[in-house]
């Protein structure tokens, strides 16, 4: 039973499309959250977001948007995709109190042809 | 941020012992260090932390000395399926993941 879970593994699309990835955890954390690993493998945070607050990485692009249905799910969706957005993104969780102790997807691998 | 500083790779044969040295100079009173190991393919994994002295727990050992301005990961008898990246991040404890860092990681190759 995964306890961190994305969909899909791989996305292959076009530049300019609009894409979403799934994220679901089941380990009942309060925060979660979406990095980027891009191609020299630098692991980069995007969002945090639990029921409270969203802390979006200044750098990222307003093409990047989490949304929240619940608390177990964090999905992120990309809007006008641009080739430097091709890299694998992970989704993660955490528990209030030790957000060191983070707990990852399996990754999503995302090309922008 | 605390900086964190790592071998880009490192290389061991089955069966012997891994020690991977991080170095984090300015790193705070209330930092904790934490380590992950990353798979090919797959999110990284969580394996140890600690504040000073030594930590161990089923997986490895943390070593980290009074002035805490480095820490080594020590792997015992390492096999083929701990060829992984490992990444060293410093924190302060609780104030989450977006003041931890991961660096470039050490790459670490079993050879049989």
């Known amino acids: 039973d995964t306890a961190v879970s994305q969909t899909p593994k791989y996305l292959v699309t076009q530049m300019g499309n609009d894409k979403s990835i799934k994220c679901e955890q089941n380990?009942?954390?309060?925060?979660m959250y979406w990095y980027k690993q891009d191609s020299k493998k630098f692991l980069k945070i995007m969002f945090s977001?639990?029921?409270?607050?969203?802390?979006i990485n200044e750098t990222v692009p307003n093409r990047f948007s989490p949304k929240s249905p619940d608390k177990a799910h964090l999905n992120l969706h990309i809007n006008s995709l641009e080739l430097g957005d091709s890299a694998v993104y992970f989704c993660?969780?955490?528990?209030?109190?030790?957000?060191?102790?983070?707990?990852f997807g399996s990754g999503t691998q995302l090309s922008v042809l | 941020l605390a900086k964190t500083t790592q071998p880009i790779s490192m290389d061991s044969y089955e069966g012997q012992e891994v020690n991977i040295t991080c170095s984090h100079n300015?790193?705070?009173?209330?930092?904790?260090i934490t380590w992950y190991q990353q798979f090919p393919s797959q999110g990284p994994r969580f394996i140890i932390q600690?504040?000073?002295t030594k930590v161990t727990n089923e997986v490895a050992s943390l070593f980290i000395p009074a002035d805490r301005k480095s820490s080594t990961l020590s792997l015992p008898r390492v096999s083929l399926s701990d060829t992984a990246v490992y990444y060293c991040?410093?924190?302060?404890?609780?104030?989450?993941?977006?003041?931890?860092?991961f660096g470039t990681g050490t790459r670490l190759t079993v050879i049989p």
């Open positions: 993660a969780s955490s528990q209030v109190g030790l957000q060191e102790k983070l707990f």
């Open positions: 380990l009942g954390h309060d925060t």
């Open positions: 977001y639990n029921n409270k607050e969203l802390i």
């Open positions: 300015n790193i705070a009173t209330n930092d904790y």
């Open positions: 600690g504040y000073k």
């Open positions: 991040l410093v924190g302060e404890r609780g104030t989450g993941a977006n003041n931890l860092f």
